[in-house]
Each structure stands twice: as C-alpha cells, then as structure tokens.
C-alpha cells in the first residue's frame, strides 16, 4: 500500500501507539489502515462415490486441478460462500456438510477452510474461471497435477475419513516464507 485510500496522501509503515506491529499509517489523516488474513472457502462435492475437480482457467497455477473455493465474500457465510463458489465455478449445486479442514497459508496471508459437500445429481460445468469441471473416482485424482497444497491437503483428510467412516475436521498450516527468501537466492 502506498497512498491513503480515505485521502490520497502518501502512508507510511510504522508501529501505531498502542499497537505492536507496523501498520500503513497515513501521515495526512491519520488513519491507520490493517491488513488481516483472507478468508478463502471451499467444498469437496462428492457425486455417488466421485469428486468434483475443476480445472483452473485463471493464475495462479492455470491449468491445474482443485476442488470449487474462492474468496469468502462482505454478507455470506461460510457455507454460502462455498456453495456459491461450487456455482460459479463447476456449474454444480451442492449441500454442503461438515466442516473437513482449516489451512492457515501463512506466506499467502490466507485461511483456507473446506467443507464436506453433496450433489444430489451429477450436473456440472465449466464456469468463467474453470478450464473444464469433471467427476473423478478417488483412484483417479491427479495428485501431482493439483493447484495448491491446500488442496491436496483437503482431498487427503477427505478420503481418509471416508474409508474411516467418520467425519473430523483437520487444522494444518503451511509457511513458505522462509524457502521464498531461499529461493530468490538460488
Ligand atoms: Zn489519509
């Protein structure tokens, strides 16, 4: 962030009285803008013993497969925005379940949160955002070609509570920050 978004002028990053971490601060108006995590939200729809999977149309990683999720939108919860995101994306009208995991991607500065979800009928497509949209058996998810470790994440605790018979809900976190630095330097 460089310029206010209440009056224009240049802010700056400092640590607010009170506060303990740098903020965009602006030097004008004085008004501090935060920056918290996103919230991205997504299902795992499975359809008589298959998933959904899209293949993504849009960066980052276009061409690659992951299940409907997306930014969590001002009014929704995280349910709707789950269905809504199955909706524009795969075409697909989904009930969605129990909660199945929460990914904090710290270097992303997101919190991924997945649920379990239903199609009650195999109807399906490509939205804007999606190459294509199809439904898989398990056996035949293509691991090594999945968008995001969230992803991967998702659809493993997914399948393994399946075979279990039961319904947990995972937390996990991934950080990056520290290989990024390293890899600049390779
Ligand atoms: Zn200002």
Redesign the pocket.
Known sequence: MNY?S??G?PVALRIPPGDHLPRHV?E??G?IHYQNPRLVVGCVPECQGRILLCRRAIEPRLGYWTVPAGFMENGETLQQGAARESHEEAQARVEIGSLLAVVHVLHARQVHVFFRAVMRTAEYGPGAESLEVTLVAPADIPWDELAFPSTEYALRRYLEDRAAGHEAHHFTTIDRRLTRAGAGAS
């Open positions: 206010c209440q009056c002028a602006c004008a108006c008004t």
